[in-house]
Nanobody, 119 residues
Framework: QVQLVESGGGLVQAGGSLRLSCAASGRFFSINAMGWYRQTPGKQRELVAT???????NYADSVKGRFTISRDNAKNTVYLQMNSLKPEDTAVYYC?????????????WGQGTQVTVSS
């Protein structure tokens, strides 16, 4: 059984930084793209950043220049470094991964971690 376990959320003042981590565990062949999404009450989950297995990245316009996504393929882990945080970054952040198992790709989600930015 594949699991994504997130850590690193919390409460921070505006202008501060947080680093989220998400580790994949279980039996699988490989991990393709990984990413971070976020959701606030009453709104749809939105993309924050993604990274391919080769290291190509993509960011939402709202976080460009402030957030950095990276991954350690040896540890099956993806990170999100969040700097210059704003109150509007407050949300539950979810890790996402496309994982290859026996010739097929499956999408997995983490349980979510709360990020709260106070003004």
């Amino acid at each position: 059984q594949v699991q994504l376990v997130e850590s690193g959320g919390g409460l921070v003042q505006a202008g501060g930084s947080l680093r989220l981590s998400c580790a994949a565990s279980g039996r699988f062949f490989s991990i393709n793209a990984m990413g971070w999404y976020r959701q606030t009450p009453g709104k749809q989950r939105e993309l924050v950043a993604t990274i391919t297995s080769g290291g190509s990245t993509n960011y939402a316009d709202s976080v460009k220049g402030r957030f950095t996504i990276s991954r350690d393929n040896a540890k099956n882990t993806v990170y999100l470094q969040m700097n210059s945080l704003k109150p509007e970054d407050t949300a539950v952040y979810y890790c996402n991964a496309t994982i290859r198992i026996i010739g097929r790709n499956y999408i997995y989600w983490g349980q979510g971690t709360q990020v709260t930015v106070s003004s």
